[in-house]
DNA sequence: AAAAATTACTTTAAGCTTAAAACAAATTGA
DNA sequence: TCAATTTGTTTTAAGCTTAAAGTAATTTTT
């Protein structure tokens, strides 16, 4: 094999060098850094134009798919967050009046949660104007863009999944 | 214009529908599952291997970069939060060791913080093994696909910040 | 040079977030 | 059946995060 020290330009470095992986870090960077635009910008649009943070929408937004509530339990799983954040984020929601804990009538531990009638009326006139608010941020986009985008972030989940899967 | 009430299917509702912006908001919903799923393997390998929590880590790979240090407004400013926030990072990092403050020679108000030698030396090893844990979540794209997701990111990156700009 | 505006940073209050420990109810297994 | 395990939730302690208000130093304007 010719191992001889011939100077390498950036492309073949990235072919040659074994345990380089500075272009997946680099992707990640990017990906963090779309992420963070744009839920700072969201997170700020609810705060001034309903006085609403971001983590309250989230939940209403899963409230308002699941018409019979959720239990925390459910609302976790979909949240990808800690249980014990739900207890006090669903304690203030409903100090709010904007949901309503139910007793589970199959399970004595669990309770439903459910947005109330006002809660939901509010709930839909912010997802309004947040849907627009994505479809402008995401607007330079073309419908192609968008289309492989979402192919390639649903590659990337899959990816993850297994990673954390194969290790966890 | 034919404008007759015939119904339409799924396909041709999203095209004729002028205010449907359901698929950006699915992009957008898949882009944060993606970032969440990651970010939260990320943390939680940390913590678990070195005890490290993942903001402090973003600050020291700031610093690492900047090997002359940089003042608090410079990593606010790269790691997008607040000034607020990195003082009291900061101040958790210089009393475990990590970091050091000096004072800005040109500018009184401000102080240079800068990675103490074991803090990089601490930095670099979780580095190379964050480095291939980002590796493997990302191993099942092809180079096409990772070569392709970043240009469609940066798109995404100069599309959202048209957007903030523009309204801001 | 003095006033006005900006910049760098800190403090505060409130809320978000997690991991870990605890508890009770439900399910599984012997 | 009864013990062991799992599941649903809450509590606790620590840290993260932000917005807003405040302080001090610097820069710009007049």
Redesign the pocket.
């Known amino acids: 094999m010719d191992d001889q020290a011939i100077p390498l330009d950036a492309e073949t470095k990235a072919v040659e060098m074994p345990d380089d992986h500075r272009e997946e870090l680099r992707l990640w960077l990017r990906l963090l850094t779309c992420t963070t635009l744009i839920e700072?910008e969201v997170?700020?649009r609810l705060?001034e134009q309903f006085g609403v943070?971001?983590?309250?929408f989230d939940l209403m937004a899963q409230l308002d798919k699941a018409p019979g509530g959720m239990?925390?339990?459910?609302l976790?799983k979909r949240m990808?967050?800690?249980?014990?954040?739900?207890?006090?984020?669903?304690d203030?929601l409903v100090t709010s009046g904007h949901v309503v804990?139910t007793a589970?009538p199959t399970?004595?531990?669990?309770?439903?949660i459910s947005l109330t009638e006002s809660g939901r009326a509010e709930f839909r006139a912010m997802a309004t104007k947040h849907e627009h608010w994505i479809a402008d941020l995401f607007g330079d986009l073309t419908e192609r863009d968008r289309g492989e985008l979402m192919r390639l972030l649903g590659k990337t989940k899959l990816s993850a999944r297994r990673a954390i899967q194969g290790e966890g």
């Open positions: 700072g997170r700020s705060r943070t971001l983590p309250r239990t925390l339990s459910d976790s990808m967050v800690s249980n014990g954040n739900l207890t006090g984020l669903v203030r804990r589970s399970d004595r531990r669990a309770s439903v």
